[in-house]
């Protein structure tokens, strides 16, 4: 029974995520922050899947490290997008 809350409760948050990726297209903050939620969500049912396994936890240790690298990127686009435009939001530039 315990197995199924430790599984279960990540999944719920991780589409909860999904969602709010999908819904707040508004600001790129938003979605940036929905991304690490969803990051956050992916490691922590690595971490269940490992520790369920007995396996070492070192692939999970290399994971934590490439999804901060990730949010170092998402911050600096979200700087230079805010020094170039004046704000995060994606309906005031266009592609062209």
Same mark, same amino acid.
């Given at each position: 029974? +315990?197995? +199924?809350?430790?599984?279960? *409760?990540?999944? +719920? *948050?991780? +589409?909860f995520g999904l #969602?709010? /990726?999908?819904?707040?297209?508004?600001?790129? %903050?938003?979605?940036?922050l929905s991304l690490e939620f !969803?990051?956050?969500?992916?490691?922590?049912?690595? /971490? !269940?899947?490992?520790? %369920? %396994?007995?396996?070492?936890?070192?692939?999970?240790?290399? /994971?934590?490290? #490439?999804?901060?690298?990730?949010?170092? *990127?998402?911050?600096?686009? *979200?700087?230079?997008?805010?020094?170039?435009?004046?704000?995060?939001? #994606?309906?005031? /530039?266009? !592609?062209?």
């Amino acid at each position: 029974m +315990i197995m +199924i809350l430790y599984w279960m *409760l990540p999944m +719920i *948050l991780f +589409i909860f995520g999904l #969602f709010c /990726f999908v819904s707040n297209r508004k600001h790129l %903050l938003s979605m940036l922050l929905s991304l690490e939620f !969803i990051v956050l969500m992916l490691f922590f049912m690595l /971490f !269940i899947y490992l520790n %369920l %396994l007995s396996y070492e936890i070192y692939f999970s240790m290399m /994971f934590l490290t #490439f999804s901060v690298c990730e949010g170092a *990127l998402g911050l600096s686009i *979200l700087v230079s997008m805010i020094r170039t435009h004046g704000n995060d939001y #994606f309906q005031s /530039f266009s !592609i062209m």
